[in-house]
T-cell receptor, first 110, second 114 residues
Framework: GENVEQHPSTLSVQEGDSAVIKCTYS??????FPWYKQELGKRPQLIID?????GEKKDQRIAVTLNKTAKHFSLHITETQPEDSAVYFC?????????FGAGTRLTVKP | KAGVTQTPRYLIKTRGQQVTLSCSPI?????VSWYQQTPGQGLQFLFE???????NKGNFPGRFSGRQFSNSRSEMNVSTLELGDSALYLC?????????????FGPGTRLTVL
């Protein structure tokens, strides 16, 4: 089955700086890669996703890049704000179930 | 559209008991997936149901089971509860299977086993 590794497990940045979270996956058949943000005590919420026929996708301050050859994808957050503080999960899926990375706790210091 | 709902939100049980959790997907969604979330293990996939059929199953013992009804509502059952079953149980629904469509999560049921 799919195995997803996520790094780093914790990330602390100064407000205004950029944050990058990286994930690798094992199943070359995976073709859908969502990113979820989970604030304390709340449900995970989709923030951006990318499919394997696209190399990069942007939505305002958030972007995701995908390298299918290397089997890794990354989340980029620019101009970070304190409200970006949360746990971020990457996931990968193909025809089978969706597997999640272990999560990255992002802290943005004002 | 109403979001994914889960009941109950909190549950306290003792070892050896069994528990049933319920998930109502977004209207029109046919897939429901279940996940166990613990501080040390992150989000672990339990199983996915699509059109009343179990489509995939994660690496959990047979004490964990589920089903889906014709209205796409799903239940999961855990028998012979163990202390290690204490966790937040999340369900997520999608229109198509989890491999094709975006999943939307419910608020979760927090299970505490004493």
């Amino acid at each position: 089955g799919e195995n997803v590794e996520q790094h780093p497990s914790t990330l602390s940045v100064q407000e205004g700086d950029s944050a990058v979270i990286k994930c690798t996956y094992s199943d070359s058949a995976s073709n859908y890669f969502p990113w979820y943000k989970q604030e304390l005590g709340k449900r995970p919420q989709l923030i951006i996703d990318i499919r394997s026929n696209v190399g990069e996708k942007k939505d305002q301050r958030i972007a995701v890049t995908l390298n299918k050859t290397a089997k890794h994808f990354s989340l980029h957050i620019t101009e970070t704000q304190p409200e970006d503080s949360a746990v971020y999960f990457c996931a990968a899926t193909g025809d089978n179930d969706m597997r999640f990375g272990a999560g990255t706790r992002l802290t943005v210091k004002p | 559209k109403a979001g994914v709902t889960q009941t109950p939100r909190y549950l306290i049980k003792t070892r050896g008991q069994q528990v049933t959790l319920s998930c109502s997907p977004i209207s029109g969604h046919r897939s429901v997936s279940w996940y166990q979330q613990t501080p040390g293990q992150g989000l672990q996939f339990l199983f996915e149901y699509f059109s009343e059929t179990q489509r995939n199953k994660g690496n959990f013992p047979g004490r964990f089971s589920g089903r889906q009804f014709s209205n796409s509502r799903s239940e999961m059952n855990v028998s012979t509860l163990e202390l290690g079953d204490s966790a937040l149980y999340l369900c997520a629904s999608s229109f198509g299977t989890s491999g094709t469509d975006t999943q939307y999560f419910g608020p979760g049921t927090r299970l505490t086993v004493l």
